[in-house]
């Protein structure tokens, strides 16, 4: 069964005709040819394939791509703006936040949808709001730096 | 990894969700959050000919307090139940609960009737109605009846629901003063389900003593646990330490629950005896400061 959607993608509309079972990460993936946005454990426990669907971070391997009719998906690739890096993406490299980069685009994701709600968020906040993104390779320290990193810069401060 | 095919329908009404419902029959499944459905789907462990999308249909998402009760459309995502001022100051069992359940992404789109309605007692939501006393609203093609929650779980992912009927809504009792309620839950990790978790309310009377208990437990067996004899133990008594731990007791020795990763039958029933004792000892404190 194929269904017609409108999908407005990092600011793009995209319509496009989908399968009923097509999940929204093979959607971005294999039919935008986006591939910043991951697939990691398939089973919405990694997070390494985290979307903003209507600015709220979500695990795309577990939406479908019709479910998305008429909502805005942000993936990785949207972060910059004329050609600007993002201040996370920013604060991922000066604070060393990834060493393999598998995780990245999702935690990238999760961490400006903190940031767009909380503009300082505590330490906890920060380790709460990444709790369903896992990395292994930082042990999330530097995840955590980066994010109040980010935080600062987009306070306007000074590092 | 990939469902087997099915049709997607997206419903305006309710109405029209049941009308889909009734015509699919048990080949239909319907679709709310998505979070427990499409991870089983895709890992093949079920599957469906027909998904009947709710999660579009107008007026399913509120939380709402009138006339002694709270009102949770079925609808309502965890996220948006977790930010309830009246959730979080009024019914603690819900303010421990939802927070972890699974992650906050997950949270992002699943619903608590999802949670209650899916019928596996390793989700949170089961235990939590039933220690509230929850009556659970459904609709189906015969119209509207509310079900108990307690009488809602038949078995291993079988529930009080006909194939053509949906769970509207959550109506809790407000609780009367002097009540406090808990969850206590053990987890191996963000994300995964309860080792073992026991859901508690109780109401002190005039003197201190307990008037009225329920408890219920998560992961204990093919349905929630409703520890009926540990309840009544505790009811009349004193709140002292012994009591409580005889009711904990009791507890644990209703629950059945089957070894897994998790940890063995016998290990789960003791967490399952320490959380009873550790969610009583809340539930009273936050009973006492009403």
Sequence with gaps: MKHRINVTVNGAAQEAEVDSRLLLVHFIREQLRLTGTHIGCDTSHCGVCTVLLDGQPVKSCTVLAVQADGCKVSTVEGLETGGKLHPIQEAFTEKHALQCGYCTPGMLMTCSALLERNKSPSEQEIRQAISGNLCRCTGYLNIVKAVEYAAHKMAGGVS | ?290
């Design chain 2, 1 to 290: 990894m990939i469902p087997a095919p099915f049709d997607y329908h997206r419903p305006g009404t309710l109405d029209e969700a049941i009308g889909l419902l009734s015509r699919h029959g048990p080949d239909a499944k319907v679709l709310a959050g998505g979070m427990s459905l499409l991870p089983a789907l895709k890992l093949r462990l079920g599957t469906c000919g027909h998904l009947v999308d709710i999660g579009r249909i107008p007026g399913l998402e509120y939380v709402k307090e009138d006339a002694g009760t709270l009102r949770i459309g079925a609808g309502t995502r965890q996220c948006v139940l977790a930010q309830s001022e009246t959730v979080n100051s009024r019914y603690g069992v819900l303010a421990d609960a939802v927070p972890l359940i699974a992650d906050p992404l997950v949270r992002n789109r699943g619903t608590f009737g999802g949670n209650v309605a899916n019928g596996d007692p390793a989700n949170d939501g089961p235990a939590i109605v039933i220690a509230l006393g929850a009556e659970l609203v459904v609709r189906g093609r015969q119209g509207e009846r509310t079900v108990a929650a307690n009488r809602f779980y038949k078995d291993l992912f079988v529930t009080a629901l006909a194939p053509d009927e949906i769970l509207t809504e959550i109506r809790i009792p407000l609780p009367p003063p002097r009540s406090g309620s808990a969850y206590r839950k053990l987890k191996r990790k963000t994300g995964d389900y309860a080792a073992a978790a026991a859901a508690v309310q109780v109401t002190l009377d005039a003197r201190g003593a307990v008037q009225r208990a329920c408890i219920a437990l998560t992961n204990a067996g093919p349905t929630p646990v409703e520890a009926v004899q540990a309840a009544r133990f505790l009811e009349g008594k004193a709140p002292d330490e012994k009591n409580i731990a005889e009711a904990a007791r009791l507890a644990a020795s209703a629950a059945a629950p089957s070894a897994d990763r998790r940890g063995s039958v016998e290990y789960k029933r003791e967490m399952a005896r320490v959380l009873t004792a550790r969610a009583l000892k809340a539930a009273l404190e936050r009973a006492g400061g009403n």
